[in-house]
């Protein structure tokens, strides 16, 4: 068996132990050189927090061990193809490579759709079903304007 397969396995017994926990169904490993670096489970409930995905977790948690918002040299797997939310974490934080299990399909079939989502980002901002409008004051672009002018800015 393939290590990946190792870390998908791992990854389906947390989401597992989750269920058992009273979580979602879902559970992320970010793993880099061959080793664990974090684990995430599904704790939108228990924290209150609708970000808490599998995913989100596993990241904030390497990325605290690693001490760097950057997550290049890193693979995650996750237990589930990842929705639009985490798609773009896993974007942001730059990892190497995904592996998910079961598919967004699978997700939807138990109750988990973020079809939705998917579909939502396509339209036109007018076209959305939560109400989105441009608001231009006059500092609206004060912020831009600084960024862009210093030149001792942290970028990322
Ligand atoms: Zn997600």
């Not at 989105?132 to 500092?139: A, D, E, L, Y």
């Amino acid at each position: 068996m393939s290590n990946h397969e190792e870390y998908m396995k791992m990854a389906a017994k947390l989401a597992e132990e989750n269920v058992k926990n009273g979580g979602g169904p879902f559970a992320a490993v970010v793993v880099k050189d061959d080793k664990v670096i974090a684990t995430g489970c599904n704790r939108v409930t228990d924290k209150h927090d609708p970000t808490a995905h599998a995913e989100v977790e596993a990241i904030r948690k390497a990325t605290q061990k690693l001490g760097t918002h950057d997550l290049s040299g890193c693979t995650i797997y996750s237990s589930c193809e990842p929705c639009p939310m985490c798609l773009g974490a896993i974007y942001w934080a730059r990892l190497d490579r995904l592996f998910f299990g079961n598919t967004r399909s699978d997700a939807a079939s138990i109750g988990f759709d973020d079809e939705f989502i998917h579909l939502e980002l396509e339209k036109p901002i007018d076209q959305r079903s939560i109400p989105t409008q441009q608001i231009v004051t006059k500092n609206i672009k004060d912020a831009f304007e600084h960024w862009a002018q210093n030149e001792d800015k942290k970028e990322y």
